[in-house]
C-alpha cells in the first residue's frame, strides 16, 4: 500500500477541441487519496456517446476532452483506506466515477440519477473542482465505490463494452421484465444494440433485431435473435404490428417513435436508450390507443453493473469487438457513424506507449 503525494502526467487520446481529431497527449492524473484506486488501464471501448461529446452535439465541452467510459485494466496502487479492491485486481469503470452518495437516489442505489448529477467518466466536474478525463489513456485514479470487479472467464478486452453497453441495455431489459414468454425487439444492431440482443436472449426473451438494413440479419441471428427485419421496408411496420412487449430503442440518431409504438401489444414499452440531441415528437394516439408507454433510461446503478457482469460471466457473455491501435481512433468514429461497426471497437492501451 503506498500513497502518492504529487499528481501524475499521464498520456492519453484527446480531441484539442469540439469536432478535431484526437490526438496523443498527456493529461493529468490526481494523487491517489485514501479512498482511490491507480487503474493502469489495458483497454478502453469507444461508445457513440464518445463522438456525441467531442463533437459537441450534446452542449458544450472543455478542451482537451480525453473520452471513454468503457474501461478495464489493473489495479496498481491503493489509498490507505481502500478495502474494496486489492493492488493486481481486475477492474472496470463505467460511465460515472463519483456522486453525492447521499441523495435519496444514491441510497438506494441509483448513482446515475443522483440529485446533485452523478460526475461523469469524462468531462464532468469532479467532486474536488477537477474536470474528470476519461479511459483513451494509460491510467486513471478513481474512488473505489466507483471501480466494479471483471469476474474470471471473461476475456478483459471484451469486458471493456459491457461497462457501458452492457449495463445500458441490461437495466431496462431487467427493469420491464424481458425473459422468458416475452417479446422484445432490439432497435439498431451496434454496440448497445448487439449487447442487448444477447443479454435478453440470456434472459430468454423472444428476440426480434429491427436494423435499417437486411445487412447483418446472418450476425443477429448468431448473437441470439430469432427474427431479423429490415426497417427500410415499409412492410416491416405493417406485419410487425402489435407484436411486442418491449421495443429497446438503441439508435444514435432521431426515429419516428409514433410508428415503432404501433409495433408494441397493448401494455407494451418503447424504452429510448439511444441519445440523439434532437428531440423525438411521440404522437398521443399512438400510446393512448394501446395503453402504451414511452420511457428513458440511463446506464444503471454501481451494484446493478456488478450484477450485469457477474450475469455476463454466468452467461458467457462478452462484447463482439474490433480491437484497434489509439492511432486508429479517428478512423474508428468515422466507421461508427457509418454504422460500419462489428460491434464495438477497443483501444488497446498498450499502443498509447
Ligand atoms: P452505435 O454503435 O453507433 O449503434 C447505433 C446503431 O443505430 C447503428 O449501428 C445502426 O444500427 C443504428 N443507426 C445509426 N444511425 C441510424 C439512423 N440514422 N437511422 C436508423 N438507425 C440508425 O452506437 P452505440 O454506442 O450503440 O450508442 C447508441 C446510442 O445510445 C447513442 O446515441 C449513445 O449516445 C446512446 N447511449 C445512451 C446511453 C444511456 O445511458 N442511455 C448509454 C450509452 C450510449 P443498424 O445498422 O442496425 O441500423
Ligand atoms: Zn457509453
Known sequence: MTQLVSTRLVTA????????PLVAT?????????????????????????????????????????????????????????????????????CMVNSC?????????????????????????DRDGSTTQGGYSTHVVVTEDFVLSIPEGIN???????????????????????????????????????????????????????????????DGLRLGATHYYATSNPETFKELAGSFDLILNTVSAPLEISSYLGLLRVDGAMVNVGAPAEPLPVNAMALIGGRRSFAGSMIGGIAETQEMLDFCAAHSLSADIELISAEQINEAYERVLSSDVRYRFVIDTATMA
Not at 487520446?13 to 478535431?20: M, N, V
Not at 478542451?63 to 485494466?73: C, D, K, Q, S, Y
Open 101 to 125: 452518495g447521499e441523495c435519496d437516489y444514491c441510497l438506494a442505489g441509483d448513482q446515475q440519477y443522483c440529485r446533485q448529477g452523478m460526475v461523469g467518466t469524462y468531462g464532468a466536474v
Open 26 to 94: 498527456q493529461i493529468e492524473r490526481r494523487a491517489v487519496g485514501a479512498h482511490d484506486v491507480l487503474i493502469e488501464i489495458k483497454y478502453s471501448g469507444i461508445c457513440h456517446s464518445d463522438i456525441h461529446t467531442v463533437r459537441g452535439e450534446w452542449g458544450e465541452q472543455s478542451f482537451p476532452l480525453a473520452p471513454g467510459h468503457e474501461i478495464v485494466g489493473v489495479v496498481t496502487e491503493i489509498g490507505a483506506e481502500v478495502t474494496r479492491h486489492q493492488i493486481g485486481d481486475t477492474v472496470g469503470v463505467g
Open 156 to 218: 478483459l478486452q471484451n469486458a471493456a463494452p459491457l461497462l457501458c453497453a452492457g449495463i445500458t441495455t441490461y437495466s431496462p431489459l431487467k427493469r420491464w421484465g424481458a425473459g422468458a414468454g416475452r417479446k422484445v425487439a432490439i432497435v439498431g444492431l451496434g454496440g448497445l444494440g448487439h449487447m442487448a440482443v444477447k443479454i435478453a436472449a440470456a434472459m430468454g426473451a423472444e428476440v426480434t433485431v429491427l436494423s435499417q438494413t437486411l445487412s447483418k440479419q446472418e
Open 13 to 20: 487520446y484527446a480531441a484539442p477541441a469540439a469536432a478535431a
